[in-house]
Structures are given as structure tokens and as C-alpha cells.
């Protein structure tokens, strides 16, 4: 489901029974488009979050953590400016659309009371947050700012007055009355979504698919299955999200049309613990995509450079494998120099090293014979020394490919707050140029934490430093480790010298899941205690090497997830 009018008018009801009267605290705009407001109401503090992502646009109260940028934004700095302690006075949904006044009064310097709307609306790649002076009808500012020459319509820069986006002649299906709800289902030819869409406000696609469900299947009772469905999306609200046909959905009822045999449902408390779980995931994916942007661009480079270099080193090697070859044709052209003609593309001569057979040497023309043979003999040299050091280089070279190959793996499973560790062990390592030197310290992130079915501790590193300091430092001799076997991924550790069978599968599952081959079958997971892991003098972060391991084999499930704690 999108977030429509419907599932916008039914967060509100849940947003007022929590928030109203509440006083903001404090006011964060960690990224961009988003903006959180912490809100002690009814005893605690509530952290509201209003998105204006293209995306991912919605309004929930969260609880996941957010990193805030050193430097606060401009638009933070006047929110603060205006709404720090103010009260929260009312929420409401404008009709039925993806439109939501926030109402807020706050005293001013002289003591006067003052009305202020910040105003939210979810439309998509136009979604925008702004405050409004209520008494001026003016902008106070704006997170995006929208100038005529983008929007002919309206102008949305500070000072500008306000006007609201293009008003629908559709009925709100929460307001209109009975008589007119029927006269229009009465009409109705064709029950397809869009028809109702046209008809009503604010309606989904999914959202309508499921009254055109209900309706079509008793045609000569429309109003009674209409009103049994608004009924019961306002009285008896199942915050639900649907696993369909390979897609995912988040709906206030489970939705008739979206279910069939193979369809799983996980109900939730409240709509904004549902958004949690359904846009977590996806909005952290995205924000990683752009924060991480430079990081990923900066090590796919490196992979791909060091890729060259090893074709290019085991191509060396392969040819010194021929370097004596090169070193008999030069000795068979400084005896026979006088049979070899000046100017010649090539010239065979009798191979005494192997019984006189006809051997073709390929020449230069541009050069004498002596020089040619000159020429075999230093390719021959380069070749014996570069033999030397070429194993030590491949090994090396191998061993930086899975290094790379790791922390990519790692930028794939990470969250905002993973960015600036990686960052940093990236900038320790060299690949990465430090930004500033007097950049702000922030606390090391923290090895995720399970709990296994049976109550024993698993730990999940999420970067190599994490790695590092879980199997190194945190783990005991007597805890068990285990990892992806050959394949970039976290390290596991689960606390306890005598795991059940159960919690190893739990723990394997969850290195599977958070590796390189999230989304594979049979993935093979080694494991064994932590006293027969040592880390070698000089290794990059996070690469150990084991011995005694076993093997098994899982498929990785996000619901693993479900024992994070």
C-alpha cells in the first residue's frame, strides 16, 4: 500500500491520541528530507518523524536511531528558532488528502502567544515540509525551496505567502454522506480502481482494489460493503504487513484482495511500528546509497584496479614459466649468428636442446641479429627475477581483492550509523583521504546483539573494526566464531562454549544473512571456537585465519531478524 489519503487520515487519529499537547523537546534533521521531533507527551518522550523523501514520504512516530549531521542545517536552525517548547495543539489531515497541518502556539520575546502550522505534504518527488506564520499566512521557510520559474502554480521560498496545493472536486470518502456515496457507486459501469479513484479522494491503488474486491463480490449490497470496510479500518485497526507474490505491502487491515495461499501477514501494534519495519530497511538502503556514495565509488575503483593487477601478475607468472625458452633461443641465435639474415621478420634454426628439431624464432627487423638475441636473453632476466617476487605479490594482491571484496559486503549491509566507522578504518587503511582533521569524534558503532531461541547471546559485527575487536578482544577462548565460509561477510560470535545445535543454526543464519550471498541458498557457514582463531602479523582488519572448523549449511531469512535485541 501507498501512504494515501486513507492510511494519511487514519495516522493522524493515531498521532493525536499520542502527541497532542505535547511539548517538543528537541528537533533533529539528520538528512535531507527528514526532519524528527522529540515530543514529551503523556509521560515520555515521542520521536515524530516527517519525511519529504521522493520515496519514502510519510509522517509516523519512530524508533529507530538517527545520526545527526556536525553541522546543523539552516532549516533546522529556524525550527529550532521557532519551535523548541512550543505545544503541540492540533494535527489534522486537510479533506483526505496527503496533506497534515501540525498546530503549534509558543510564546514569543514579549510574551505573546503565537500561532505556527508546519505543514507536511506526501506527494512523491514534490513532497516538502514548511512552517507557516499563521497570522501573516507566510512562509517561514521551507525544506525544499521551489521558485516560479520550478512551479508556475505557486512559489515556495521564505516570505512567500502560502498556498496550498490544487484542491480535488472527488468526494472524501470519510465526510461524504450516504445518499451520495450511493448515487455515485450506483452509477458505476466498469469496478476497476481507477474508476473510484476518479470518484473519491485520496484512495490507493491497493486501497481501492480492495473495495472494488468486496463490492464486486456482492454487486446488490455496494453500500453496506462500503461502509463495512470504513467501519472497520477506524474501529478495529490491524496494522498489517503482507509478504504477496514476492512483494511486500503495509496496510490498516489485512486486505482481502492482497492474500492468497502462499501470503504471510505479521501484525503490529501500531501504523507506526508497521512503517518501522516495512520502510526501515528500504530507507536505510537508500541513505547508504547516498551517504556511502563516494566510499562505494572509491572501492569498486580499487576491486577493479587490483583485479588488473592480479591477471596481470598471474599472466607474469604464466610467462615465466617460459622464461628458459627465451634464454635457449637466445643462445641458439648467438651460435648460429651467422645463418640468422639482417632484416628478417623470423629465421628456424636446428634446436641442439632438442635434438636438432627445426625451431622458428620470431626477430625484429629493425634489429641485428646479436641484438635480437640480446633481446631474448633480457626478457629471460626480467623473467628469473620477477619469479622471485611474483607468489609473494599474487598472495598479496589476493589478499587486498578480499579485503575490498569485504568491505563492500559491508557497505551493502550497513546503516548510517556504520558509515563514519567504515569511513574511518577506510582513511586509517589508505584508500580514503581524511575530510577534516578536526572533525568531530563519534562513539564507535556497536556489534549488533541476539538473543538466540534458547536465551544464549550471539553478537554481530557490521564492519571490520567491529570484526576485529569482537573476535579479538570481546569474544572468549571458549565462545564460538563463525563465518561465511570463502565469502565476504560479519563475524558471529556466540557466547557460550556449549551452543545447542539450535543457536549455531540461529548464529550461521545470521552470518549468512549478513554477507555477500544475502540472497543465495545453501550457504556454507564455518564455525569453531574462538582459541583456534589467530589474526597474522600485519593482516588488513577484520581477516583471521582457523583451523578444526566445521561446516553448515543455511539459508538466510530476514525473519532471523527477529531475535535482535
Same mark, same amino acid.
Given at each position: 500500500?501507498?501512504?494515501?489519503?486513507?492510511f494519511?487520515?487514519?495516522?493522524?487519529?493515531?498521532?493525536n491520541?499520542?502527541?497532542i499537547?505535547?511539548?517538543?523537546?528537541?528537533?533533529?534533521?539528520p538528512?535531507?528530507?527528514?526532519v524528527?521531533?522529540? +515530543?514529551?507527551?503523556?509521560?515520555?518522550?515521542h520521536?515524530?518523524?516527517?519525511? %519529504?523523501?521522493?520515496s519514502?514520504?510519510? $509522517?509516523q512516530?519512530?524508533?529507530?536511531?538517527?545520526?545527526n549531521p556536525?553541522?546543523?542545517?539552516?532549516?533546522?536552525?529556524?525550527?529550532?528558532?521557532?519551535?523548541?517548547?512550543?505545544?503541540?495543539?492540533?494535527?489534522?489531515?486537510?479533506?483526505?488528502?496527503?496533506?497534515?497541518?501540525?498546530h503549534?502556539?509558543?510564546?514569543?520575546?514579549l510574551?505573546?502567544?503565537?500561532?505556527? =502550522?508546519? !505543514? $507536511?505534504?506526501l506527494?512523491?518527488?514534490h513532497?516538502? +515540509?514548511?512552517?507557516l506564520?499563521?497570522?501573516?499566512?507566510k512562509i517561514?521557510?521551507?525544506?525544499?525551496?521551489?521558485?516560479?520559474?520550478?512551479?508556475?502554480?505557486?512559489?515556495?521560498?521564505?516570505?512567500?505567502?502560502? !498556498?496550498?496545493? *490544487?484542491?480535488?472536486?472527488?468526494?472524501? @470518502?470519510?465526510?461524504?454522506?450516504?445518499?451520495?456515496?450511493?448515487?455515485?457507486?450506483?452509477?458505476?459501469?466498469?469496478?476497476?480502481?481507477?474508476?473510484?479513484?476518479?470518484?473519491?479522494q485520496g484512495?490507493?491503488?491497493? #486501497?481501492?482494489d480492495?473495495?472494488?474486491?468486496r463490492?464486486?463480490?456482492?454487486?446488490?449490497?455496494?453500500?453496506?460493503?462500503?461502509?463495512?470496510?470504513?467501519? /472497520?479500518?477506524?474501529?478495529?485497526?490491524?496494522?498489517?504487513?503482507?509478504?504477496?507474490n514476492?512483494?511486500?505491502?503495509?496496510? @490498516?487491515?489485512?486486505?482481502q484482495?492482497?492474500?492468497?495461499?502462499?501470503?504471510q501477514?505479521?501484525?503490529?501494534?501500531?501504523?507506526s511500528t508497521?512503517?518501522?519495519?516495512?520502510?526501515?530497511?528500504?530507507?536505510?538502503?537508500?541513505?547508504?546509497?547516498?551517504?556511502?556514495g563516494?566510499?562505494?565509488?572509491?572501492? /569498486?575503483?580499487?576491486?577493479?584496479?587490483?583485479?588488473?593487477?592480479?591477471?596481470?601478475?598471474q599472466?607474469?607468472l604464466?610467462?615465466?614459466?617460459?622464461?628458459e625458452?627465451?634464454?635457449?633461443?637466445?643462445?641458439?641465435l648467438?651460435?648460429?649468428?651467422?645463418?640468422? *639474415?639482417?632484416?628478417?621478420?623470423?629465421v628456424?634454426?636446428?634446436?641442439?636442446?632438442?635434438?636438432n628439431? *627445426?625451431? %622458428?624464432i620470431?626477430?625484429?627487423p %629493425?634489429?641485428?641479429?646479436?641484438?635480437?638475441?640480446?633481446?631474448?636473453?633480457?626478457?629471460?632476466?626480467?623473467?628469473?627475477?620477477?619469479?622471485?617476487?611474483?607468489?609473494?605479490?599474487?598472495?598479496e594482491?589476493?589478499?587486498?581483492?578480499?579485503?575490498?571484496?569485504?568491505?563492500?559486503?559491508?557497505?551493502?549491509?550497513?546503516? @548510517?550509523?556504520d558509515?563514519?566507522? +567504515?569511513?574511518?578504518?577506510?582513511?586509517?587503511?589508505?584508500?580514503v583521504?581524511?575530510?577534516?582533521?578536526?572533525?568531530?569524534?563519534?562513539? @564507535?558503532?556497536?556489534? /549488533?546483539?541476539y538473543?538466540?531461541?534458547?536465551?544464549t547471546?550471539i553478537?554481530?559485527?557490521?564492519?571490520?573494526?567491529?570484526?576485529?575487536?569482537l573476535?579479538?578482544?570481546?569474544?572468549?577462548?571458549?565462545d564460538?566464531w563463525l563465518? #561465511?565460509?570463502?565469502?565476504?561477510?560479519?563475524?558471529?560470535? =556466540?557466547?557460550?562454549?556449549?551452543?545447542?545445535?539450535?543457536?549455531?543454526? /540461529?548464529?550461521?543464519?545470521?552470518?549468512?544473512?549478513?554477507?555477500?550471498?544475502?540472497?543465495?541458498?545453501?550457504?556454507?557457514?564455518?564455525?569453531?571456537?574462538?582459541?583456534?582463531i589467530?589474526? *597474522?602479523n600485519?593482516?588488513?582488519?577484520?581477516?583471521?585465519?582457523?583451523e578444526?572448523?566445521?561446516?553448515?549449511? $543455511?539459508?538466510?531469512?530476514?525473519?532471523?531478524?527477529?531475535?535482535?535485541?
Amino acid at each position: 500500500m501507498s501512504f494515501d489519503g486513507v492510511f494519511t487520515h487514519l495516522m493522524v487519529a493515531e498521532l493525536n491520541q499520542q502527541l497532542i499537547n505535547g511539548r517538543v523537546n528537541k528537533i533533529h534533521q539528520p538528512y535531507e528530507n527528514e526532519v524528527v521531533f522529540v +515530543i514529551r507527551s503523556q509521560g515520555k518522550n515521542h520521536k515524530l518523524l516527517l519525511s %519529504a523523501h521522493p520515496s519514502y514520504a510519510r $509522517v509516523q512516530c519512530t524508533t529507530i536511531a538517527y545520526q545527526n549531521p556536525n553541522t546543523p542545517p539552516n532549516f533546522l536552525m529556524m525550527l529550532r528558532k521557532y519551535l523548541e517548547g512550543a505545544i503541540l495543539a492540533k494535527i489534522e489531515q486537510i479533506d483526505n488528502d496527503r496533506v497534515i497541518h501540525f498546530h503549534f502556539t509558543r510564546r514569543d520575546e514579549l510574551g505573546d502567544l503565537q500561532s505556527l =502550522v508546519l !505543514i $507536511v505534504e506526501l506527494m512523491g518527488r514534490h513532497s516538502t +515540509i514548511l512552517l507557516l506564520n499563521n497570522a501573516t499566512g507566510k512562509i517561514v521557510d521551507t525544506i525544499k525551496h521551489v521558485g516560479h520559474s520550478q512551479n508556475t502554480y505557486r512559489t515556495l521560498l521564505p516570505g512567500a505567502e502560502y !498556498i496550498a496545493p *490544487p484542491k480535488q472536486t472527488t468526494l472524501d @470518502p470519510f465526510t461524504a454522506s450516504h445518499t451520495k456515496v450511493f448515487e455515485v457507486l450506483s452509477t458505476i459501469d466498469e469496478w476497476t480502481a481507477k474508476t473510484l479513484q476518479q470518484q473519491f479522494q485520496g484512495l490507493g491503488k491497493d #486501497t481501492a482494489d480492495e473495495l472494488i474486491y468486496r463490492i464486486t463480490a456482492n454487486l446488490n449490497d455496494k453500500l453496506r460493503q462500503w461502509d463495512h470496510f470504513f467501519a /472497520e479500518i477506524t474501529n478495529q485497526v490491524q496494522p498489517s504487513y503482507i509478504e504477496s507474490n514476492g512483494k511486500e505491502f503495509f496496510t @490498516p487491515i489485512p486486505y482481502q484482495s492482497l492474500l492468497d495461499e502462499s501470503s504471510q501477514i505479521t501484525a503490529f501494534d501500531s501504523l507506526s511500528t508497521l512503517l518501522d519495519h516495512f520502510y526501515h530497511d528500504k530507507a536505510e538502503r537508500d541513505r547508504v546509497k547516498q551517504q556511502g556514495g563516494e566510499l562505494l565509488k572509491k572501492i /569498486e575503483n580499487e576491486l577493479k584496479r587490483n583485479q588488473n593487477k592480479l591477471q596481470k601478475r598471474q599472466q607474469t607468472l604464466q610467462d615465466s614459466e617460459n622464461a628458459e625458452a627465451f634464454r635457449q633461443k637466445g643462445e641458439l641465435l648467438t651460435t648460429f649468428m651467422a645463418q640468422v *639474415p639482417r632484416g628478417a621478420q623470423s629465421v628456424t634454426l636446428e634446436n641442439y636442446y632438442e635434438e636438432n628439431r *627445426p625451431l %622458428a624464432i620470431a626477430l625484429d627487423p %629493425a634489429l641485428t641479429p646479436n641484438q635480437n638475441a640480446q633481446k631474448y636473453f633480457q626478457r629471460y632476466q626480467k623473467l628469473k627475477n620477477a619469479v622471485k617476487l611474483i607468489h609473494q605479490q599474487i598472495a598479496e594482491t589476493k589478499e587486498e581483492i578480499a579485503y575490498l571484496e569485504s568491505v563492500l559486503a559491508q557497505l551493502e549491509i550497513a546503516s @548510517p550509523l556504520d558509515l563514519a566507522t +567504515i569511513r574511518e578504518e577506510l582513511v586509517a587503511q589508505g584508500y580514503v583521504k581524511n575530510r577534516s582533521k578536526q572533525r568531530k569524534k563519534t562513539a @564507535p558503532s556497536q556489534p /549488533e546483539r541476539y538473543l538466540s531461541s534458547d536465551g544464549t547471546e550471539i553478537l554481530v559485527g557490521k564492519n571490520n573494526l567491529q570484526n576485529d575487536q569482537l573476535t579479538l578482544k570481546t569474544a572468549r577462548k571458549t565462545d564460538y566464531w563463525l563465518h #561465511t565460509k570463502n565469502i565476504p561477510g560479519s563475524h558471529v560470535i =556466540v557466547r557460550s562454549e556449549d551452543p545447542s545445535e539450535e543457536t549455531l543454526l /540461529e548464529a550461521a543464519e545470521l552470518a549468512a544473512y549478513f554477507s555477500k550471498y544475502r540472497q543465495s541458498a545453501q550457504v556454507p557457514v564455518d564455525y569453531v571456537q574462538v582459541k583456534h582463531i589467530r589474526k *597474522p602479523n600485519g593482516a588488513k582488519p577484520g581477516f583471521v585465519i582457523y583451523e578444526n572448523q566445521k561446516t553448515l549449511y $543455511v539459508t538466510p531469512n530476514e525473519t532471523i531478524l527477529q531475535l535482535r535485541q
